[in-house]
């Protein structure tokens, strides 16, 4: 076995888990699971069987990442965050037939308690703040806060706010890295 994985979880058979991934206490992975290289999966967590995990993520505790969720590489999933995949549930109403896809694109981050209502796509970098309630696509670098999350800024590759308004044309620098941002309208894109 090329990754680690705590006496207290469980692997279904068929699910696979990439080189270096660590599964910690009370873990669940079901059998249809695909999981990247060197992901962490803190301590209850549960994985679906419609679910792919990219390389280089952490979902860390108390986080169900249900069917029909997509994480890319690199995506942070904050404590107890929660994602949903029925739209309108029912305990009485079988809904597995509308399951809806939600996709965290690569390296954006989902803040602890946060929760994604499915059918969405959370742009690449974007950083959803804590207890926030996304309802609504995202678009790449967008910082997103409150109940419903609304946009309140950018955010750098590195994980720092850019000093940018919400729309228009302007560049800025990433204080940390140097990196160069620019804004185009509504878009943002890294330029070096």
Known sequence: MSYQVHPSAIIDDGAQVGSG???WHFVH??????????VSLGQNVFVGNRVV??????????VSVYDNVTLEDG???GPSMVFTNVY??????ERK???MDTVVCKGATLGANCTIICGVIIGKFAFIGAGAVVNKSVPDYALMVGVPARQIGWMSEYGEQLDLPLNGNADAHCKHTGSLYRLAGKNLEKVT
């Open 75 to 77: 995506v942070f999933c």
């Open 29 to 38: 992975v079901c059998a249809g699971a695909v999981i990247g290289r060197n």
């Open 88 to 93: 309108n549930p029912r305990s009485y109403v």
């Open 97 to 99: 037939d509308e399951f």
């Open 53 to 62: 995990i990219g390389n280089d993520c952490k979902v860390q505790n108390n």
């Open 21 to 23: 991934s660590r599964i």
